[in-house]
């Protein structure tokens, strides 16, 4: 009975064990974005960038990021758990975001991620410890376990193929298109384009497994 077994006790899409008020469970987990980016000064391309997210299961709010064209570490958990966990006015000020509001903070009970070498560091886990915080990691070769994770970062690359320099997630949907010829973001751009679409289009945005907005959902 394996398959009724599965059926019964895998965690289908939009629901999470325990995961019922805000910050009672956030998923990180990280990608590279599908874009050439260019340097500042000379505007060249200089390759594409890596983004960590984390999103609240309950709201599907996004709680913290971490964007930088340096592959995915520790370092990088720790600057997307540090972003979560602290209030934003100031990032999104810095940023020139300052009719925007994002009114997400606090520590959360638990973080589940999956088994990367990354997330198992012995510096996260005494971290995680130190602040109360469960780290849960997925059963191993289990996606669906990560599913609110994974939704949120095909959202977002599919948003990000809209813009200039993107490299498409397959050949087929690339075509002919010159990704480094076409790419004009900087890193600062491109940061400032994904604060605008966080704050100002998804999390005002009737998400379907909720039937409301994530901002609705967290208030």
């Known amino acids: 009975y394996r398959e009724r077994a599965k059926d019964k006790f895998t965690p289908k899409a939009g629901v999470f064990p325990n995961a019922d008020y805000p910050l009672s469970v956030i998923q990180i987990d990280h990608t590279p974005v599908d874009i050439i980016l260019v340097d500042d000064k000379y505007r060249k391309p200089i390759g594409r960038p890596f983004i960590t997210v984390a999103i609240d299961v309950y709201s599907r709010m996004i709680t913290g990021y971490y964007i930088a064209l340096d592959a995915p570490s520790v370092t990088s958990v720790g600057m997307c758990i540090s972003r979560s966990v602290l209030p934003k006015t100031d990032l999104l000020l810095d ?112 998400h379907n497994g909720i039937n409301k907005t994530p901002t609705q959902q967290w208030q």
């Open 95 to 206: 940023f020139g975001l300052s009719d925007a509001k994002w009114d997400v903070f606090g520590i959360p009970r638990k973080i589940h991620v999956d088994n990367g070498s990354d997330f198992r560091a012995e510096s996260l886990k005494k971290s995680c410890a130190f602040h109360g915080i469960d780290l849960e990691f997925r059963p191993l070769a289990r996606p669906e376990f990560g599913g609110h994770i994974e939704r949120l970062i095909g959202t977002l690359m599919k948003k990000v193929h809209e813009l200039p320099g993107t490299t498409f997630s397959n050949i087929k949907q690339k075509d002919n298109y010159n990704s480094e010829k076409n790419a004009s973001l900087t890193l600062h751009e491109f940061e400032t384009w994904f604060l605008t679409y966080v704050v100002k289009v998804y999390h005002q945005t009737i």
